[in-house]
């Protein structure tokens, strides 16, 4: 069941209380396989989520692995290139990579270098965040079935922007659109930058992204929330109100942005279990937990290599359906 994105720090602090109880012991400093350095690779530019979790952590891992932990950023090809050079490396426990949802749905968009279930293995699911549908407030909707029935008036004349074409907004909006037999057009970006300028600007009539990109601009009332593709209601300030694409007549096209750990395919299981415990234990510190609840609007998960391995099939089932049903390829709109 997701965990609520605002949850409080005691919430918190009494979600990672109940994980040692389940979480493998780490190893003794001692017998550290960390020796040297150890390179988080973040397969996307600095300064966006993924970045920013890997940097929010980076300290706490340091001082448990008892190494200098470096975070390398290796952006290119919606974090296929990071991800291929940490499928290349010795599975020795010094390279790890962070990901993002992109990584279930790149196996269907690209021809990888690399099979991304046998050649990496999955060692923390780090949390979710809902995406969310939200105007620009100067336009007329002010719910989904605004823009049915504006989309049915006028087939192909509403807008909509994402963070690239094949990325999991445009994925869910093919879904969405599907589902209520609605076209609309979509305008593809290079990230979530130039999203977000040309929706707050009003060059487009909507934007799709994750709570984490869009949050800012619902607190500042720049945007307006439309609806949040989550099985329920996220009990934040901001989204509370904001009803469910199942309460707005679309059940079942749920859709959540998501951070995962992987490692080089063959990772001995000690050393995955060691970096586990760590990174949980780094995550449990209040002020890192405080910068992914709230500033990310993380829900923490903090689900180990077994659960985020069938987390991980189920979103590359999900969505890989849609790209080949909608034969959907990078470049198309």
């Known amino acids: 069941m997701p965990i609520c ?7 918190v602090m009494a979600l990672f209380a109940i994980l040692p109880a389940i979480a493998p012991q780490g190893a003794s400093a001692q017998d550290n396989p960390f020796g040297g350095s150890v390179t988080v690779v973040v397969p996307f530019p600095a300064g966006g989520s993924v ?9 706490g891992l340091q001082d448990r692995l008892k190494t200098n932990v470096i975070v390398e950023n290796k952006p290119g ?7 291929a050079q940490v499928a290349r490396s010795a599975p020795d426990g010094r390279t790890w990579l962070f990901v993002f949802d992109t990584h279930a749905v790149n196996p269907f968009l690209q021809k990888l270098p690399f099979d991304s279930v046998k050649d990496l293995a999955p060692v923390m699911l780090i949390g979710t965040a809902p995406n969310v549908l939200a105007t620009n407030p100067s336009k007329p909707f002010r719910s989904l079935a605004d823009i049915v029935a504006a989309a049915k008036e006028k087939p192909g004349a509403i807008t909509y922007a994402t963070i690239g074409a094949g990325s999991l907004g445009h994925l869910t909006m093919v879904r969405l659109s599907k589902q209520l037999g609605i ?16 929706a707050l600007a009003g060059h487009v009539d909507l934007i799709i992204g994750s709570a984490a990109l869009v949050n800012p601009q619902l607190q500042g009332g720049t945007l307006r929330p439309l609806v949040q593709f989550a099985s329920k209601r996220v009990q934040s300030p901001e ?3 904001v009803p469910t694409v199942a309460e707005s007549g679309a059940p079942g096209v749920e859709s959540n942005a998501w951070w995962a750990v992987f490692a080089p395919g063959g990772t001995p299981a000690p050393i995955i279990e060691r ?5 949980r234990a780094t995550m449990a510190d209040p002020k890192v937990a405080e910068k992914l609840t ?15 391995r069938i987390f991980f099939e189920n979103e590359m089932k999900v969505w890989g359906a849609i790209v080949r049903e909608n034969d959907i390829q990078i470049g198309s709109q």
């Open 51 to 59: 970045d920013a979790v890997a940097r929010q952590v980076q300290q």
């Open 5 to 11: 994105r605002r949850l409080s720090l005691a919430a």
């Open 294 to 308: 709230q500033g990310q609007q993380i829900a923490i998960r903090a689900a180990g290599p077994e659960e985020l």
């Open 77 to 83: 090809a919606s974090g296929s290139t990071g991800a």
């Open 183 to 198: 076209s609309l057009n979509h305008v593809p970006y290079r990230g979530g930058g130039p999203a977000m300028n040309d």
């Open 275 to 279: 970096f586990v415990s760590d990174l």
């Open 239 to 241: 989204l509370s109100q």
